[in-house]
């Protein structure tokens, strides 16, 4: 990264280009009269006499146009510098073509290489940060992407062999009614979280490939019919459900959409205490706010909560419902839909989720309406 910058060079060929410009028509001049004393002749014709019939038509052109042949001399000169220009501007590129071995030897096993340009303002060095940022997000996306498949196949793994464990104990050994009726119990226990677990992955994926459609959505009549749906869960908690529900349309799909109210809403009654609230508010900004009673969140621990399989304090989540992908896949959702969510501690007990999104022009909202 020492190099010159291409910059400072292609300055350099331009001003020698600049110098030799004045010298161009000289230098004709000279090849032109070099030509004609030892070139071979192409019109034989003395002086200024015209040339007769016999006469070729190259040389019946030089009569006719005087300059003819110092233009083709000033055009062969021209061709000569166009030449010499290729390599010229090779040389100029060639930091530029220093940084490609470089880079194409980054993979996946060296991924915390990095250029280190320095502080530099010049091309390349700007050149070499922003490839070291890229390089960066890369990398964590990497990491996460690592993580995250070292997770699902723990907690895939995990209720497998729960599964093969339970049968092959069933296999060993006569059972009576009411160890079949447990066995049964147990097996459709762990097969219902592993098809849970398999759904948020699902959703997960699709929501991270982005949305095939932005269709003008009432966010307002989604979130309250997912809240009565949620209502005997709530009453069967001890949990008091809140709304205040505002016209609001958000442009995406409605199956996500749907799927984003009902995480926020199901982790709110998951992580709430008996007697506590879940409060829904929906909005023109931010467009949806869930709020929940229960334990404080500490701030340092609050990102952690949006990654999949995760908990407080980085841990592992507990086997006693969800997959460990809510609020993750609320995240990814959100992020399809151009919006931003995030988290805070209520500053009592329980945690605030706030979700925002891109206002939707008037014509989307009457195409809604109807």
Not at 122 to 138: F, S
Not at 149 to 159: F, G, V
Not at 286 to 308: C, K, Q, Y
Request: charged content about 20%; proline content about 6%; some cysteine.
């Amino acid at each position: 990264m020492s190099s010159p910058s291409p910059a400072r060079r292609i300055l350099l060929v331009v001003g020698i280009l600049l110098l030799i410009a004045p010298f161009v028509t000289t230098v004709a001049e000279l090849l032109l009269a070099l030509w004609r004393e030892f070139g071979p002749s192409w019109c034989a014709t003395p002086g200024l006499r015209a040339p007769g019939n016999d006469a070729s038509f190259f040389c019946v052109q030089v009569f006719r146009r005087p300059r003819l042949p110092m233009a083709i001399a000033v055009t062969v000169v021209l061709l000569i510098l166009l030449a010499a220009g290729y390599p010229a501007a090779r040389w100029c590129l060639r930091p530029l073509r220093g940084l490609v071995p470089v880079i194409a030897n980054v993979g996946p096993q060296n991924l915390g290489y990095r250029l280190k340009p320095g502080p530099g303002r010049d091309e390349l060095t700007v050149l070499g940060r922003a490839i070291d940022a890229m390089m960066d997000r890369i990398a964590v996306g990497y990491e996460a992407q690592r993580r995250f498949a070292a997770d699902a196949s723990h907690e895939l793994r995990t209720p497998l062999a729960v599964q093969r464990t339970l049968i092959e104990v069933s296999m060993a050994r006569t059972l009576n009614d009411d160890q079949l009726a447990l066995l049964t119990a147990q097996l459709l226990e762990t097969n219902e979280r592993n098809e849970r677990l398999i759904e948020g992955l699902l959703v997960l994926s699709e929501s991270d490939r982005g949305l095939l459609t932005h269709v003008p959505l009432r966010l307002d009549r989604i979130a309250a019919t997912v809240l009565d749906a949620h209502r005997a869960r709530a009453e069967k908690a001890d949990v008091t459900i809140i709304s205040r529900l505002s016209p609001r349309l958000v442009a995406g799909e409605q199956v996500l959409l749907e799927r984003l109210v009902v995480n926020l809403v199901q982790n709110g009654l998951k992580y709430n205490r008996p007697g506590g609230t879940l409060e829904v508010r929906v909005g023109t900004d931010p467009a949806l706010v869930v709020e929940n009673t229960g334990d404080d969140v500490p701030p340092d621990e609050v990102a952690a909560l949006f990654e999949p399989f995760r908990r407080r304090s980085g841990r592992r989540i507990d086997h006693s419902g969800g997959a460990g992908l809510g609020l993750a896949i609320a995240r990814s959702i959100t992020q399809a839909h151009e919006g931003i969510i995030t988290a805070s501690s209520t500053g009592r007990d329980g945690l605030r989720i706030q979700v925002t999104f891109p206002v939707v022009d008037d014509d989307a909202a009457g195409t809604a309406d109807d």
